[in-house]
């Protein structure tokens, strides 16, 4: 069974990088059955998709934050990893990791997320 | 992007209540619709896929409905364990969005 766990530093100052990374245990990074996703939620508020990465590095960003956002991955650790740059207020969220599981029938298939990280809160402030 | 609404954003149910939460979407996304729980704290867990696939482990007191752009979340007798927030999210096209999110409370 994956697991996820999300690590990196809780305060970030404003124009800074946000760097988190998610270790996965039980399944490879570098497994084409996986496609990787970074979502945040800001405090009290809704769920937003970051982006994924997936199958030999290939990306796929939310258009609203493509030009601040860098996924990545390291197979030789087993982790993949957010970048978020020029960082504002608005980016204080909790950010999780998690894996779009695909099930498949009578040759359509569907996409959920269905493995979470337990979140990660991120705050930024001077 | 495809944008999702919920509703209500909120509601209040006692235990052993019949609740439906409704999802709409922008555009028909046919059956690729999935179905969350979260609760205070913690990461939202997958409840239902493809619209109305129960997905492992789920209990069957909760099921998925609809198809294009109306669906809806029905927990068919609430238990003390149900009182969380219930999210929609598409994942018709590679921009994955979610629904606001509906809290559901106890009375």
């Known amino acids: 069974q994956v697991q996820l766990q999300e690590s990196g530093p809780g305060l970030v100052k404003p124009s800074e990088t946000l760097s988190l990374t998610c270790t996965v245990s039980g399944g490879s990074v570098s497994s084409g059955s996986f496609y990787w996703n970074w979502i945040r939620q800001p405090p009290g508020k809704g769920l937003e998709w970051i982006g994924y990465i997936y199958y030999s590095g290939n990306t796929n960003y939310n258009p609203s934050l493509k030009s601040r956002v860098t996924i990545s991955e390291d197979t030789s650790k087993n982790q993949f990893s957010l970048k978020l740059s020029s960082v504002t207020a608005a980016d204080t969220a909790v950010y999780y990791c998690a894996s779009l599981g695909r099930y498949c029938t009578n040759s359509v298939c569907y996409d959920s997320l269905d493995i979470w990280g337990q979140g990660t809160m991120v705050t930024v402030s001077s | 992007d495809i944008q999702m609404t919920q509703s209500p954003s909120s509601l209040s149910a006692s235990v052993g209540d019949r609740v439906t939460v409704t999802c709409r979407a922008s555009?028909?996304?046919?059956?690729?619709l999935n179905w969350y729980q979260q609760k205070p704290g913690k990461a939202p867990k997958i409840l239902i896929y493809?619209?109305?696939s129960l997905h492992s482990g789920v209990p069957s007191r909760f099921s998925g409905g609809g198809s294009g752009t109306d669906f809806t979340l029905t927990i068919s007798s609430l238990q003390p364990e149900d009182f969380a927030t219930y999210y929609c999210?598409?994942?018709?096209?590679?921009?994955?969005?979610f629904g606001g999110g509906t809290k559901v409370e106890i009375k």
């Open positions: 555009q028909s996304i046919s059956r690729y």
């Open positions: 999210q598409q994942s018709y096209n590679t921009l994955l969005t």
């Open positions: 493809a619209a109305s």
